[in-house]
């Protein structure tokens, strides 16, 4: 099944349904957590890849960091900059397709936060790889995160996002067979229903080990959590810190 970014992330209904709760103040905490893994000097150059409408971007550049900001959507990109400018951030948001991304060793930190990888086929999520790992210096750092197959594979279960009396309902399934989860969206607006399904590969550390390896990038720490809780087989999501070598 092919990927349709701007139906899945369609800006309007993403806002909608997740705006209240991706608040400042959990934008600073998630930051903080960043930076602690991180472990940064202070002048490093960041991108944020798939960075939505750059809440994370915007707070990094607000501590002084050179940060780019890159997402697909259009739509996405213009809140940012308006965002950016109202908080006097200063943000380069340009707008890229993660898997035609062209930099060359230009990067200190290349992030890709809050489950934004494994949207497309397994040739096309290394290529996403491969082009992270191409866009950092030597010993850059890459952080980001991904559910954990190994204790998410039994236990997906559908999920209800409801504001005022609009519902957004997500109905997983998943094919251990592929790794591929299968997600049936159902979004009810305004009396209005509309319901479409997509594919995202879930990995394990083993396979992501693997991945990571193949392009150069080695894994440094690895954490079941933001908090930096250690990572077991029953860790919800897995926090990886990879360097280049």
Same mark, same amino acid.
């Given at each position: 099944?092919?990927?349709?970014?701007?139906?899945?992330?369609?800006?309007?209904?993403?806002?909608?349904?997740?705006?209240?709760?991706?608040?400042?103040?959990?934008?600073?905490?998630?930051?903080?957590?960043?930076?602690?893994?991180?472990?940064?000097?202070?002048?490093?150059?960041?991108?944020?890849?798939?960075?939505?409408?750059?809440?994370?971007?915007?707070?990094?550049?607000?501590?002084?960091?050179?940060?780019?900001?890159?997402?697909?959507?259009?739509?996405?990109?213009?809140?940012?900059?308006?965002?950016?400018?109202?908080?006097?951030?200063?943000?380069?948001?340009?707008?890229?397709?993660?898997?035609?991304? =062209?930099?060359?060793?230009?990067? +200190?930190?290349?992030? $890709?936060?809050?489950?934004?990888?494994?949207?497309?086929? %397994? &040739? !096309?999520?290394?290529?996403?790889?491969?082009?992270?790992?191409?866009?950092?210096?030597?010993?850059?750092?890459?952080?980001?995160?991904?559910?954990?197959?190994?204790?998410?594979?039994?236990?997906?279960?559908?999920?209800?996002?409801?504001?005022?009396?609009?519902?957004?309902?997500?109905?997983?399934?998943?094919?251990?067979?592929?790794?591929?989860?299968?997600?049936?969206?159902?979004?009810?607006?305004?009396?209005?229903?509309?319901?479409?399904?997509?594919?995202?590969?879930?990995?394990?550390?083993? =396979?992501?080990?693997?991945?990571? +390896?193949?392009?150069? $990038?080695?894994?440094?720490?690895?954490?079941?959590?933001? %908090? &930096? !809780?250690?990572?077991?087989?029953?860790?919800?999501?897995?926090?990886?810190?990879?360097?280049?070598?």
């Amino acid at each position: 099944m092919k990927f349709n970014i701007e139906e899945v992330f369609k800006v309007d209904d993403y806002m909608y349904f997740y705006s209240k709760f991706l608040t400042e103040e959990r934008t600073k905490l998630e930051v903080e957590n960043i930076l602690s893994i991180l472990n940064l000097q202070g002048n490093e150059k960041i991108i944020d890849i798939a960075c939505g409408f750059g809440r994370h971007a915007i707070e990094l550049s607000k501590m002084g960091f050179d940060v780019t900001g890159v997402d697909i959507m259009d739509e996405f990109l213009e809140i940012a900059k308006q965002k950016a400018n109202n908080q006097k951030a200063n943000v380069n948001f340009l707008k890229k397709d993660i898997r035609k991304l =062209e930099y060359k060793e230009e990067f +200190d930190v290349a992030l $890709l936060l809050f489950t934004s990888f494994g949207y497309f086929s %397994e &040739k !096309e999520n290394q290529l996403v790889l491969k082009n992270i790992s191409n866009l950092l210096k030597r010993n850059g750092k890459f952080l980001f995160d991904i559910p954990n197959r190994d204790s998410r594979a039994t236990k997906f279960s559908d999920s209800v996002f409801e504001v005022d009396k609009d519902m957004m309902i997500d109905l997983p399934s998943f094919d251990p067979l592929s790794g591929y989860l299968n997600i049936r969206r159902i979004i009810i607006r305004e009396n209005k229903r509309r319901e479409f399904e997509y594919n995202m590969r879930i990995y394990n550390l083993t =396979e992501i080990n693997k991945l990571l +390896d193949e392009v150069g $990038l080695t894994i440094k720490q690895v954490y079941g959590s933001w %908090e &930096k !809780e250690k990572f077991t087989v029953n860790s919800p999501r897995i926090i990886i810190l990879a360097e280049k070598i």
